[in-house]
T-cell receptor
Framework: GNSVTQMEGPVTLSEEAFLTINCTYTATGYPSLFWYVQYPGEGLQLLLKATKADDKGSNKGFEATYRKETTSFHLEKGSVQVSDSAVYFCALSSGSARQLTFGSGTQLTVLP | GAGVSQSPSNKVTEKGKDVELRCDPISGHTALYWYRQSLGQGLEFLIYFQGNSAPDKSGLPSDRFSAERTGGSVSTLTIQRTQQEDSAVYLC?????????????FGQGTRLTVV
């Protein structure tokens, strides 16, 4: 079956630090990969996605590259801001399954 | 509406009571999903509706859980004889169609507390 494993948190960084949140997956077929973000008091929002190998998703300074050879989709940002404090979820969807499969989420806190 | 709307936003209920949670998907979205987010856990898939097809109920944790979707739009998740382990945030999402590449839009969730 499908599964997503992501880096356990919480992660605490200073403003302008480099961020990496690791995500690896197991899936049947050729999945699409997603990063969702949940800001305090808000619902889940799609941050970025990639639908095939070697695709790079990017949004708001965040990037993630679909690596089929390492079954990974690590989230990176070169310089985090206090406003990036949130919970980040890695997820996948494959053609054989209708729903998203989520990782357990990583709490990020950015200090000024 | 502009986004997925869920109500109530918070619900406190006594153990053993039944609760109903409502989801209004984005207009025109044919796919609707329910997930559960327990404290410290990821999101757990519960049930999926696609158009007029039979729902995929494979994620429902017990027969106390049921859901319906009337007229292909609004959905209600019902939990009967609630237990303390049912306490969680229940999230609804919709997408324009079913498909691996399709973005799902989430509501803000209903926080259920069973006391």
């Amino acid at each position: 079956g499908n599964s997503v494993t992501q880096m356990e948190g919480p992660v605490t960084l200073s403003e302008e630090a480099f961020l990496t949140i690791n995500c690896t997956y197991t899936a049947t077929g050729y999945p699409s990969l997603f990063w969702y973000v949940q800001y305090p008091g808000e619902g889940l929002q799609l941050l970025l996605k990639a639908t095939k190998a070697d695709d790079k998703g990017s949004n708001k300074g965040f990037e993630a590259t679909y690596r089929k050879e390492t079954t990974s989709f690590h989230l990176e940002k070169g310089s985090v801001q206090v406003s990036d404090s949130a919970v980040y979820f890695c997820a996948l969807s494959s053609g054989s399954a209708r729903q998203l499969t989520f990782g357990s989420g990583t709490q990020l806190t950015v200090l000024p | 509406g502009a986004g997925v709307s869920q109500s109530p936003s918070n619900k406190v209920t006594e153990k053993g009571k039944d609760v109903e949670l409502r989801c209004d998907p984005i207009s025109g979205h044919t796919a609707l999903y329910w997930y559960r987010q327990s404290l410290g856990q990821g999101l757990e898939f519960l049930i999926y509706f696609q158009g007029n097809s039979a729902p995929d109920k494979s994620g429902l944790p017990s027969d106390r859980f049921s859901a319906e979707r009337t007229g292909g739009s609004v959905s209600t998740l019902t939990i009967q004889r609630t237990q303390q382990e049912d306490s969680a945030v229940y999230l609804c999402a919709s997408s324009i169609r079913q498909g691996a590449h399709t973005e799902a839009f989430f509501g803000q969730g209903t926080r259920l507390t069973v006391v």
